[in-house]
């Protein structure tokens, strides 16, 4: 993958709004266990960073997806996990299938207005029964006259508190569970920042062991009556379009923590080199040289495979096998990286104020959010042909 100038220059214009703008707030946002995503959204949607990858035609700079995970990619010198979730979710979890086969008048209601940052939407895929397994959501929509009407739940939705709309996986028939779903563009409130539509209950803010400064709910929805025009493409094929959905949020998942995972080790070399301890420094001991180098190593490795599938992908090629990889193995190795580091800074990295502790606590929702380890690896061992079973 060859970066262009245009390339780098948009993440030299994000890297300078990310200190300007965010950084300096984020830890009263992670106090506050909440941050102002309409403010945010707002400023990120006038630089154009919102829908770098989205048709021009409804605000977007029409670039391939490469600008998008470089954009990713930048995410990671925010100070925090939660805040670049929340703007993953905007740019590729919720608005994907919205650009790719929503009509031309739902594009207009809700994906330019989400470029723009005048709308904050979410994904409503996961339910309290359905997590990883996609196929098992209970949530359903029936028909009445020229509407859907929709009950059901959503759990672990990121923004949602404050959302304006969700992309929302229903059942809309009673057929076999890889063919019975539909994405339903659902307003979540009577217009930015307004009320609650009717029959639409935030039941609860979920807290968290990490990613605090996003806010995460149960949504119940209670004979929601929605048009069958914000249906996005065809019915039924939601399962489908969620599947391809996710290509793009795990390619996201593994390039967001790349810089994450630098500045960790650079922190902690630099903690290493002034800790004096019998006699030297904790950095002149080999086994800490050794496993700093490794994990450096793991870093650019899996910076190499995500960039492989982006290029790829940008071809037009299928990446599921390896944006699988990507995901499993950022996953596992902020774990990795986060408890390496946190031992090598001692009582220091026990602290709640050290970036390396709130890697540790963001980080470990790697293995779980968008298809667990499990699922990937079920995955890959699918494409790899040594798993009969279909696995989403």
């Known amino acids: 993958m060859q970066f262009t100038h245009e390339h780098r220059e948009i993440q030299k214009t994000l890297q300078r709004f990310i200190e300007q703008e965010i950084n300096p707030h984020v830890d009263a946002w992670e106090e506050a266990e909440i941050f102002p995503a309409h403010e945010v959204f707002k400023k990120l949607g006038n630089l154009g960073m919102l829908g770098l990858c989205k048709p021009e035609e409804y605000g977007g700079a029409g670039l391939d997806y490469s600008y998008g995970l470089a954009m990713a990619e930048t995410l990671g010198h925010i100070n925090c996990g939660g805040v670049p979730m929340a703007i993953g979710v905007q740019t590729d979890m919720c608005t994907p299938a919205l650009a790719r086969f929503g009509s031309d008048e739902l594009r207009r209601e ?76 659902v307003p979540m409130r009577d217009g930015p920042k307004g009320k609650l539509t009717k029959g639409i209950e935030v039941a609860k803010k979920i807290r968290k062991i990490g990613m605090n400064s996003s806010d995460t709910g149960l949504i119940y929805f209670d004979e929601v ?152 690896m079920g995955i890959i061992a699918k494409t790899m042909g040594i798993a009969k079973k279909r696995i989403a």
């Open 110 to 185: 809700f994906l330019a207005p989400a470029i723009a940052g005048d709308m904050v939407g979410c994904i409503g895929v996961s339910e309290p029964g359905a997590g990883s397994d996609v196929s098992a959501i209970k949530s359903h929509a029936r028909k009445d006259g020229d509407d859907y009407i929709i009950s059901g739940q959503k759990m672990w939705i990121t923004n949602s508190l404050q959302a304006d709309w969700m992309c929302m996986l229903v059942n809309t028939s009673d057929g076999p569970a890889h063919k019975n779903k539909s994405l339903v563009m």
């Open 225 to 376: 009556r929605v048009p069958q025009r914000n249906l996005i493409g065809q019915e039924g094929q939601g399962f489908i379009y969620q599947m391809q959905q996710f290509q793009e949020e795990r390619l996201w998942a593994a390039v967001s923590n790349l810089v994450t995972f630098d500045q960790c080790i650079r922190d902690t070399i630099e903690w290493a080199q002034e800790r004096k301890m019998f006699g030297s420094t904790l950095a002149d001991q080999q086994w800490v040289q050794f496993k700093l180098a490794e994990l450096q190593t793991e870093v650019e490795a899996l910076r190499a495979l995500t960039w492989n599938a982006c290029d790829l992908y940008v071809q037009g090629q299928d990446v599921l096998q390896l944006a699988s990889m990507a995901k499993l193995k950022a996953g596992r190795l902020t774990r990795t990286v986060a408890d390496t580091c946190l031992q090598f800074w001692g009582g220091m990295g026990f602290t709640w104020e050290n970036r390396i502790s709130r890697l540790y606590r963001d980080g470990r929702v790697g293995s779980i959010g968008g298809g667990a380890d499990e699922v990937m």
